[in-house]
């Protein structure tokens, strides 16, 4: 097979993040604004949101189970048969979803059915993150291992764009009653032809340099993720823990926010969706300055830096939120994914270069997936506890502890800017 050009390998791990987190976001957001009421219908609006929120919540659970089966694979066959499998499975979940009958149709089966398939989702993109950050970097040129690392922290911005301008555009185009009835389920049904578009890139590619020669060379393991916990656990606790702030930072911000914001706020769904497409832009903004930059100065000191900045942007939660004003609002969610994007984006390169390429795709991909459960998968249910409890002030302590968390972390982890990946 000819080699892929550096530009081809971009696009493919930039691809499959891109339409996996679509995937995984249009899921969010229909959460926030109507799964509680298809599925848990006899519930009171609060407990529908709760319970559409647990559900959210089971992928990430997935996830590192996920990180691992996929892992093993892809440890031990190759990144380029795996990364196809998880995209294939996310993509079946998916679809599923949105063609699955409400609670009025199967009753309780329904709510089953739907936490199956989103557990389905979290295998799936278990398996994609760790895969498409190798395809990126072990055949990254000197020098640019955090830049070509940056091409599948792109995705999710992307993928969430994606995502949210499907519900803007149904919003607008369709009453509530027509949303709640079967709006909803198109962006989910849509995700079939993206997953085709996908898999034929993903197919065209050929094994990355640094597992060919691991391959070649026989120092592949069996069961790749023994040799990781028992030499390699540290990396895994502590990355796991560095990606809590970033986690933490997108789902308050989208997924919290949103529910809040059209339910106490005063917000219509399209006006907050809206100003989540202005606040993404800043997202995806961040991506390759913050990828740039520790390329040339570090991926600790910019992880450092922008960790310090989204603990002071928990304290601007609340008076923000509370301000009611669309442009103050907008602030607070472009400021809070300014700073995903720059904790984010150096992790493409970070969390493989913490491992030996025998072990690098469990281990990447389980030390992101892992974080995945401490930041992300029951932060809009916290924050939900949280406002009922203490108001907004209590979810901005959350942030800020959150990203001190992380900071903690990276602090504790190795500066391998300069490592060898094969």
Not at 61 to 83: E, Q
Not at 133 to 143: Q, Y
Not at 359 to 370: D, H, K, S
Request: proline share 5%.
């Amino acid at each position: 097979m000819q080699k892929p050009s550096t530009t081809h390998i971009a696009f493919a791990s930039f691809i499959g993040t891109a339409i996996e987190f679509y995937d995984f976001y249009i899921y969010a957001m229909a959460a926030a604004l109507v799964i509680g009421q298809v599925f848990f219908p006899a519930s009171d609006p609060a407990t529908q949101s709760l319970n559409a929120f647990l559900t959210f919540g089971i992928a990430f659970i997935a996830r590192p189970v996920g990180a691992i089966v996929f892992g093993h694979f892809g440890d031990k066959v190759g990144r380029k048969a795996t990364l196809a499998a998880s995209l294939l499975l996310m993509g079946i979940s998916t679809l599923l979803i949105g063609l699955l009958p409400g609670y009025d149709t199967l009753g309780i089966w329904a709510p089953i059915a739907l936490c199956i398939l989103r557990f389905g989702q979290g295998l799936g993109l278990g398996g994609e993150w760790g895969g498409a950050a190798l395809l990126a970097t072990e055949h990254a040129p000197a020098g640019k291992r955090a830049w070509f690392g940056m091409f599948p922290q792109l995705g999710p911005s992307v993928g969430f764009l994606m995502a949210t301008l499907s519900y803007l555009a149904l919003s607008l185009w369709l009453t509530d009653a027509q949303f709640k009835a079967w709006g909803w389920r198109l962006p989910f049904i849509a995700s079939a032809l993206l997953v085709g578009v996908g898999l034929y890139v993903r197919f065209k590619l050929a094994e990355t340099p640094a597992f060919a020669s691991a391959l070649a060379q026989h120092k592949t393991h069996a069961m790749p993720i023994k040799p990781l916990l028992s030499q390699h656990l540290r990396p895994v606790l502590l990355g796991a823990l560095a990606m809590v702030v970033c986690y933490n930072l997108f789902y308050t911000a989208t997924v919290f926010c949103l529910s809040y914001g059209t339910a106490n706020l005063g917000f219509t769904r399209s006006d907050f969706l809206g100003m989540l497409c202005v606040a993404i832009l800043f997202m995806t903004l961040a991506t390759p300055i913050s990828a740039k930059l520790s390329d040339i100065y570090g991926r600790k000191p910019v992880l450092l830096f922008s960790g310090a900045l989204a603990v002071l942007a928990g304290f601007a939660l609340s008076p923000l939120l509370e301000s009611g004003s669309v442009v103050q609002v907008t602030l607070f969610l472009s400021l809070a994914l300014f700073l995903m994007g720059a904790t984010f984006a150096p992790m493409g390169a970070y969390l493989p270069e913490q491992f030996p390429v025998a072990v690098r795709y469990t281990g990447a991909g389980l030390a992101y997936q892992l974080g995945g459960i401490l930041g992300a998968s029951m932060a809009p249910y916290i924050s939900q506890v949280l406002v009922t409890a203490g108001g907004l002030a209590w979810v901005g302590a959350y942030v800020s502890i959150a990203a001190a968390v992380s900071f903690i972390a990276v602090l504790l982890l190795g500066e391998r800017r300069g490592s060898d990946l094969l």
